[in-house]
Nanobody, 123 residues
């Protein structure tokens, strides 16, 4: 019912910034939760941030609060994750996900997933 495509990943030096994009199409619900998750090699997938679509409430994991900002652009049908003050610990594949309804915090609660985009932070 919805397709998601991530982009914007890459290599950045510690302390730098990246902006990830999640382009959505095929929406059939009036309200979605859109979340960002990440998974580093050998580690479990973890929640990063989420936002209600249309844009509204936001929620952040403690590990990124104050450094990352999630936002949405309804004209472009895109959700963004602005990542500032990046650390080596932020290195991971980042995924966006969507589900009908309000914000969700666990990957198992999301119905639709993008393909992921690699973020590598060098020290």
């Amino acid at each position: 019912q919805v397709q998601l495509v991530e982009s914007g990943g890459g290599l950045v030096q510690a302390g730098g910034s990246l902006r990830l994009s999640c382009a959505a199409s095929g929406r059939t619900f009036s309200r979605y939760a859109v979340g960002w998750f990440r998974q580093a090699p050998g580690k479990e997938r973890e929640f990063v941030a989420a936002i209600n679509w249309p844009g509204g409430s936001t929620y952040y994991a403690d590990s990124v609060k104050g450094r990352f900002t999630i936002s949405s652009d309804n004209v472009k049908n895109t959700v963004y994750l602005q990542m500032n003050s990046l650390k080596s610990e932020d290195t991971a594949v980042y995924y966006c996900a969507a589900a009908p309804g309000s914000i969700r915090y666990y990957g198992s609660e999301y119905d639709y997933w993008g393909q992921g985009t690699q973020v590598t932070v060098s020290s």
